[in-house]
């Protein structure tokens, strides 16, 4: 039991039983519960991770183990009028990770062995995995006279870390499908089954003979079933908003406003409500501070490898851009770009929609993974040391809060200095994208190669005070970006954003890969 600062948090408990035990702060998500098991008999869900699926599933395995002492005073106590028990067996392949196919056969065997004690069968593990699973639910069935309800939490773990692997991703897959392979062949003996992911299932792989799980990830009646909605904070969380401004010092408003900008944001089709990431605002309410702390409770390494594999830069990370469904929610293994593995991931989220084209603009969802993301690209643009590129973003930072640009260029380039080489740094698209990052990483408003009536501006910064018009050169001169910017009169474009506009221009050496000089000029 977690105790916090204000009140009682779930912070790390996934359990719903715990939860309600020791009275922790549980948002009612119960009425899902009722729909989701009384309008269909397989259901897939797919969200980020740390996004509640496994609460999801803890939930219902209370509820179909008929523990209605638990749902007092919630949703579903007023809709269930039955509250039938049914034997559960339940699977959580989270620890199923960096396994080669031997481990992870054995590692399903465990799993299999755990739900057969539950109900005191003996099975002879010699049996293949998807054997001993179909005799495991018709053992249960002849036992209790009920048909069985199957969980299966995070079904693609054992498959993430290699799913960019052409070598062991086909074997694992042949496992997992093995495994798998009984949910169709049982189907008198199961009464629900529930699979939740962050990947899309792959119907021509792992479920090429379960055709009929009911996909409700991007369903508008399933939009707010994982993660917080704005609704929720407001009514179920009034109470520890109003603490959590007060130990931030801040107006109810002003919190919840930097709430939003760090956490809000995501939404799983369109339209639909504000959905706020669940790990990071718990936390938020349990420490009294705002951090980063869904992302960084673990950035795949895999992600940062794919980004490299599609040649992604990071100014196309921060960009809105236009999809269809079939584009951003297909199979992983099956990419040919980046877009579904940083959907899936939670990385990039629905931020509006045509239902007509049936399109959607993708985005950032807000601060927290903006940044993160841009801090886990230093070590490949600017530094490995990302305790010095810190420092020296605190202090690049510290200047522009002055509308110190000429400090501010000083600190970059004393920073850069020091910095050792790093490849591609031989051309001008590099260094736009170290000002990216940079920018990026003090919270403003960053774009490059802004379009406007006379060319395209590389870099465009928007401080609260401030808005920079910033051309770059390499092995050239200042006085050349600045003539550059006069000349195309790049800040016409801007000259409604109710802004001072400042021009800057910079020049980049080559070889000693650093700012060699700057002009500043007000417009």
């Not at 035990?21 to 797919?46: A, Q």
């Not at 395995?61 to 523990?67: K, M, P």
């Not at 949910?183 to 009464?191: E, F, I, M, N």
């Amino acid at each position: 039991m977690t105790q916090s600062l204000f009140g009682r948090y779930p912070v790390g408990i996934q359990t719903f039983s715990e939860i309600r035990k020791n009275n922790l702060l549980y948002i009612d998500k119960t009425e899902y519960v009722y729909r989701m098991t009384h309008s269909g008999k397989y259901m897939f869900l797919s969200r980020p991770r740390r996004f509640g699926k496994s609460l999801l599933v803890s939930t219902l395995h209370a509820y179909f183990e008929g523990r209605k002492e638990l749902f007092e005073g919630l949703a579903i106590e007023k809709l269930e009028k039955e509250w039938t028990q049914y034997p559960v067996l339940r699977f959580d392949m989270s620890l199923g990770k960096h396994m080669d196919v031997e481990s992870l056969n054995r590692y399903l065997h465990h799993l299999l062995q755990n739900n057969e004690e539950q109900f005191g069968i003996v099975a002879r593990e010699a049996e293949d995995v998807n054997i001993r699973f179909a005799n495991l639910i018709r053992n249960v069935y002849r036992q209790t006279g009920k048909e069985a309800v199957v969980l299966i939490d995070e079904y693609d773990a054992p498959l993430l870390d290699v799913v960019h692997e052409e070598k062991n991703l086909p074997a694992l897959r042949n496992a997992m499908r093995n495994f798998y392979s009984p949910l169709k062949a049982c189907d008198p003996y199961l009464r629900y089954v529930f699979l939740t992911g962050i990947t899309k299932f792959a119907q021509m792989s792992i479920f090429s003979e379960l055709n009929n799980i009911q996909n409700i990830s991007m369903l508008a009646p399933y939009a707010a079933i994982c993660g917080i909605s704005e609704e929720e904070i407001r009514t179920q969380m009034d109470t520890d908003l109003n603490k959590l401004a007060k130990e931030m010092n801040l107006t109810k408003e002003e919190t919840f406003d930097k709430l939003k900008a760090n956490y809000d944001g995501y939404h799983f089709t369109w339209p639909s409500p504000d959905i706020y990431n669940p790990y990071s605002l718990i936390n938020a309410f349990n420490e009294g501070q705002l951090k980063a702390y869904w992302f960084e409770s673990g950035t795949p390494t895999y992600l940062i490898e794919m980004l490299h594999k599609f040649n992604v830069l990071p100014s196309q990370l921060g960009e809105k851009f236009n999809a269809l469904a079939s584009d951003f929610d297909i199979p992983t293994e099956k990419l040919s770009n980046i877009t579904p593995l940083l959907y899936q991931s939670g990385y990039i989220t629905i931020k509006d929609g045509n239902t007509f084209l049936e399109s959607y603009t993708l985005g950032i969802p807000n601060r927290e993974v903006r940044i993160g993301l841009m801090k886990s690209l230093i070590p490949y643009y600017l530094t490995p040391n990302t305790q010095t590129a810190s420092s020296a973003i605190i202090n690049i930072a510290q200047c522009l809060y002055q509308n110190d640009m000429e400090k501010a260029l000083q600190n970059m380039q004393t920073f850069l200095s020091t910095v050792p080489y790093c490849d591609n740094t031989h051309y001008e698209g590099h260094y736009q994208q170290v000002l990216y990052i940079i920018f990026s990483l003090l919270g403003y408003y960053v774009d490059v190669e802004v379009r406007t009536p006379q060319g395209r501006v590389d870099v465009v910064m928007r401080s609260p005070s401030t808005l920079y018009i910033i051309e770059v050169k390499l092995d050239k001169n200042a006085d050349c970006a600045i003539e550059q910017i006069n000349l195309k009169n790049y800040p016409e474009r801007f000259a409604l954003c109710g802004l001072p506009i400042v021009k800057v221009g910079v020049n980049f050496d080559s070889e000693r890969h650093t700012l060699k000089e700057w002009k500043i000029f007000n417009n």
